[in-house]
């Protein structure tokens, strides 16, 4: 094959993979939407790790999803396990929760609670903003599917959106860019920014300042199975008129593994301290690494 024609071959692929998607924004948004309510059903569980870093340091921490709660033991300070004591006070922590029922029935209704907000501001997103398509990007291991075409999709907030209650207000000050799994139409990306300040509770209860932002990813773990990769959040506010707000963190989320059905809280725990005694048999003064 000549040059000229290996050259014209890939320019017709890329010009192929950068079209948009048969119908509007607003169709392919609310297909994905749909999917995305539909994944929230999904029964399959995840042990992974979570590592959360602030101004004050990281945090990591092995966590293992089961059908009553998230279940979650500490495992390094600054990337540095924890010492015996350290280790031993979160062994402590969890058997608490076993021990004392009405403390993990409140930490099972918080994380409903956490997951009904998030629920209602993904179903806002058809509404909320208007979308425009703005190319695509490529897919990775921690970002969509591996090597699939994401359509990028730029919003801002929609001037005929009236929130119905608090937890959507923060969506009509919001503008940036998504991402779009175009095959398996999923949220590869959410990239927010806040245009303007926006004010919760008719101003009286506070509001987040402009130029606060988030991004969250998701990635196909495999089998159709996703999982939040990556959350960052960066804002700064004021809650009933004279205290301040200040976020700023980030979580990355690694070392998938599927956990077994029907999980009990703990079974996540046992296995959260088996996991812990075999990384302190065999890194006892060496960094975190990621295992099974």
């Not at 773990?221 to 976020?247: E, Y």
């Not at 999980?263 to 690494?289: C, I, T, W, Y």
């Amino acid at each position: 094959m000549t040059a000229w024609w290996v050259a014209l071959v890939v320019a017709n692929a890329s010009l192929t993979f950068a079209q948009p998607p048969a119908g509007t924004p607003a169709d392919l948004l609310r297909r994905t939407v749909q999917n995305e309510v539909k994944a929230n059903n999904n029964t399959v569980a995840f042990c992974f790790q979570e590592r959360r870093e602030s101004p004050t340091g990281s945090q990591t921490e092995r966590m293992v999803e089961t059908r009553e709660a998230m279940a979650g033991m500490l495992i390094a300070n600054n990337d540095h396990p924890l010492s015996p004591q350290q280790r031993q006070a979160e062994i402590g922590r969890l058997d608490h929760l076993l021990q004392d029922p009405s403390e993990l029935a409140k930490k099972k209704a918080k994380e409903a609670d956490t997951r009904e907000r998030i629920l209602r501001i993904v179903k806002a997103l058809p509404d909320a903003f208007l979308y425009e398509f703005d190319g695509t990007d490529v897919g990775n291991g921690l970002l969509g599917g591996q090597d699939a075409r994401l359509v990028r999709l730029k919003f801002r907030p929609n001037p005929n959106y009236n929130p119905p209650t608090r937890v959507e207000q923060v969506l009509t000050g919001m503008q940036g860019v998504m991402l779009i799994d175009a095959k398996q139409e999923r949220i590869a990306r959410i990239d927010g920014t806040l245009m303007r300040e926006v004010g919760f509770g008719w101003g009286i209860l506070g509001h987040l300042d402009q130029g606060g932002r988030f991004q969250v990813d998701q990635a196909d773990m495999g089998a159709g199975n996703w999982a939040v990769t990556r959350m960052g959040l960066d804002m700064t506010g004021r809650v009933l008129l004279f205290k301040s707000l200040a976020f700023k963190s980030t979580k990355t989320y690694s070392d998938f593994h599927t956990a077994p059905p029907n999980l009990s809280f703990a079974q996540g725990v046992d296995m959260l301290k088996k996991h812990e005694a075999v990384q302190a048999r065999n890194q006892p003064e060496g960094p975190v690494l990621t295992g099974p």
